[in-house]
């Protein structure tokens, strides 16, 4: 999706936007811009695809003098992707200029409001409005202007705004899409991303809702839509800005599967004090929990696997019924939430649109909703009613694994919880599962140095048309995982089914050949998935066996095993993905693909 920097103090400012959109390049993009207050206008370059093209044509921004500028990288959702569609736009006196994430729903009416006062458009996107708009409010007080345009558009957007009579100052504004402000002694940063500003301040402001901000060199001043001015508090980010860079390894995908033993131990550890799990950031009081009826798990893409996985372990260990939902069904289907129910939103980011939408639609309706959130002070975080962060750090790789991993752990943290508060479970199996959960970080490295039997494996199956991934129970669940990273960055057609479901349709598209990773790791169902994968076997599939150490007879079976270490049953899933993940990514680099930018693809899909 888009991303947007803006700069203004002492030192140059287009050489920091540059670099502030580098940071960003991981959330997918098509084309790149930069304004630039100069002395006699507003500079804009902008140029379609990667960002080198842009640093090329401003020698690394250094041909841009200024202190005072935005910056964009776009993504294009109305009209292609070229340079006339790339941000910023500006008005007809190039007076104004703007960069824009999210989509304007009404451009097309405000546009034809425009055109007939006599506004001429030069560009395809819902972005050129705003300029326009802000065009014809204008009449020397930005803030007036901004909140006459925000009142006139519905949709959602972060935008970062240049007045060319306001000299050294960069305004800003959001409605349902991120933005921050960092403040340093030597200018301060607008960003819709931490990532961006990193290298120069951990300190910033989360802009809300309908909030607009006037940021000069050594000024923030913040205004709601009625332009008063509001205070707001300074929040300081605990990421570290080497943890945003590659560190050696060629992509960050792999450095981030790599981070997974630390990040599950960053989420865990502070949670457990003396043997006992501590889940103060739940903000339910035992009484609340014993009440809970229903609890509704949400979320997009590997954050809804999550979900998948982790209803078996809550109601295993809780014996609360957990209903699962995809963020873009459950806001439309009118949810029927009873009394005492628990909503639990999970997104790495906290700005998916749909997952954003979800928290409203639950909290309209009364329920308590819990965010499993790794970004800090994102929407979802600070919108729902109590949040329990995962210390996954920043992931910049659009392929989700750290992140994964750690809302992985913060369910299960819940599940023994509950189960302990409900007692559901006995004390004698809630201190197991905290030991054995305890381990979960070491195993998770073990599994890690068997990687080159799966790059050997993955380049084998590097060629082909369609992999099938099955398993039963919380394998099923890790088998949704390991399916979406496979074509996510390989682009090969994946599928992944629950293993008895075979028969009802799926068993027909085995042919000669082709790849089944059977993942087969919980004790109770291995001999029906021994069953399903005799019948593929049987019709020409090639079989990949994922199981734990003990159960060798998936040998005689699987022409290929993979083992992880033996854990509680409820944790498997954290350590088969781990195999999945490395899969998907050989497969992706045998193809040469750019696995950490994988096309269409963006990291945070802030628009529905
Ligand atoms: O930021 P979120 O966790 O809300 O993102 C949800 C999905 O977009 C995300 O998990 C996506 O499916 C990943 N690319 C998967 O690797």
């Excluded at 975080?381 to 991993?405: C, F, H, M, N, Q």
Aim: charged residues 25%; proline residues 3%.
């Amino acid at each position: 999706m888009c991303g947007i920097v803006g700069y203004t103090g002492c030192n140059q400012a287009a050489p920091i936007l540059l670099e502030g959109l580098s940071k960003l390049e991981y959330r997918g993009y098509d084309s790149a811009g930069l304004a630039i207050e100069s002395e006699d206008k507003i500079k804009v370059v902008r140029a379609k695809g990667r960002l080198h093209v842009l640093e090329e044509m401003t020698d690394n921004g250094r041909a841009m003098k200024g202190t005072c500028g935005i910056g964009h990288t776009r993504w294009a959702t109305h009209g292609v992707p070229s340079v006339v569609n790339a941000h910023p736009h500006c008005n007809a006196k190039k007076t104004i200029a703007v960069v824009h994430n999210g989509i304007i729903e009404n451009y097309q009416s405000i546009k034809a409001h425009l055109q007939k006062k006599g506004y001429q458009f030069e560009s395809e996107t819902d972005t050129e409005v705003i300029a326009h708009l802000l065009d014809s409010y204008y009449q020397g007080d930005p803030i007036e202007a901004i909140a006459k345009t925000m009142v006139r558009m519905t949709g959602s957007y972060a935008l970062g705004i240049l007045f060319f009579d306001q000299p050294g100052k960069v305004f800003a504004v959001r409605k349902d899409s991120p933005m921050i402000v960092g403040s340093t002694p030597e200018g301060n940063f607008l960003a819709s991303d931490v990532p961006a500003i990193l290298k120069y301040t951990k300190n910033v402001y989360f802009v809300d809702n309908m909030e607009i901000v006037s940021i000069g060199a050594d000024s923030i001043h913040f205004y709601n839509l009625d332009q008063e001015e509001i205070e707001k508090e300074i929040t300081t980010i605990n990421w570290d800005a080497e943890a945003a860079e590659k560190g050696g390894y060629e992509h960050f995908m792999m450095k981030e599967i790599y981070e997974q033993p630390k990040a599950v131990q960053d989420t865990i550890s502070p949670r457990i004090k003396d043997g006992e799990i501590v889940l103060e950031e739940l903000g339910m009081t035992e009484d609340e929990i014993r009440k809970i009826r229903h609890i509704y798990m949400i979320g997009c893409g590997s954050a809804y696997h999550v979900c998948v996985s982790a209803k078996y372990v809550i109601e295993a260990l809780a014996r609360i019924p957990v209903e699962v939902d995809l963020a873009s069904e459950f806001r439309y289907r009118d949810p029927i939430l009873e009394e005492d129910s628990l909503v639990i939103i999970i997104s790495q980011s906290g700005e998916t649109a749909d997952s954003i939408a979800a928290l409203k639609e639950a909290k309209s309706k009364g329920a308590h909703v819990l965010g499993i959130v790794n970004v800090v002070g994102s929407s979802i975080a600070r919108e729902a009613d109590s949040v329990l962060y995962t210390w996954a750090g920043p992931e910049i790789s659009v392929a989700t694994t750290k992140a994964y991993s750690t809302q992985l752990a913060a369910c299960y943290l819940i599940g023994i919880y509950f189960g302990k508060i409900r007692q559901t479970i006995t004390d004698e199996t809630y201190q197991e599962l905290v030991e054995e959960l305890m381990k979960l970080p070491d195993k998770i490295q073990r599994v890690l140095g068997d990687k080159e039997r799966i790059q050997w494996f993955a380049n084998k199956f590097a060629a082909s048309k369609d992999i099938f991934f099955i398993g039963r129970g919380l394998d099923y669940g890790t088998s949704l995982e390991g399916s979406l990273k496979l074509k996510e960055i390989s682009y090969i057609h994946s599928e992944a089914y629950a293993a008895g479901e075979l028969k009802h349709g799926t068993i027909s598209l085995i042919e000669k050949g082709i790849l089944v990773v059977s993942v087969a790791t919980q004790p109770e169902l291995y001999e029906k998935m021994i069953s399903n994968m005799v019948e593929v076997k049987s019709r020409g599939a090639y079989l990949m066996g994922l199981t734990c150490y003990g159960n060798y007879s998936m040998e005689d079976t699987a022409n290929f095993t993979i083992y992880v270490p033996k854990t509680a049953k409820y944790f498997t899933n954290s350590l088969a993905v781990i195999p999945l993940q490395l899969l998907a990514y050989y497969v992706a680099t045998a193809r040469g693909l750019d696995v950490d930018k994988p096309r269409n693809l963006a990291k945070s899909v802030t628009v529905e």
